[in-house]
């Protein structure tokens, strides 16, 4: 009980859901760039603006319901995001919009895809530095030891 009292706090859960986003939206990001010149093919991804609204529900939600920053995050949905009955987070991507179709009727932007990938790796990597630091938070509370 205590230790999920822990692990629910403060920002760790919005932490954890970021990184989760971040990761499976890596493996879509690489997929489409494995796929770059394959004919026909269409590139699926989905918005960061679609996860950060779920998620930023999910803390007010949270913060209403408990008054504060403890308790479980319970993420939402919308066209692009989803929970498994397990609660996890669920991508459902949609094929983006705007790009030029090339000769050979592929869709794919590398220019727009390489830069996704960047920032969504750089996403995940502050996510994890912060998760980092609040988890050595915890550990040291939990140890007794000054940081």
Sequence with gaps: MFIDQ??????????????????QRQQLIAHNIANFETPNFVPV???P???QEVLGKAVQD???RN??????LKMGS???IGQSKGGGLVLRPRTPTGGVLAHDRNASDLERTMQSLVENAAMFRVAADLHRARAGIVKNA???RVG
């Design 78 to 80: 919308s066209r692009e």
């Design 67 to 72: 008054g504060g920053m403890h308790g479980e």
């Design 62 to 64: 949270r913060r209403e």
């Design 142 to 144: 939990i140890s007794e």
């Design 45 to 47: 991804d989905v918005k």
């Design 6 to 23: 822990l692990s629910n706090a403060g920002s760790l859960p919005a932490l954890e859901a970021a990184m989760r986003y971040a990761s």
């Design 49 to 51: 603006q679609a996860f």
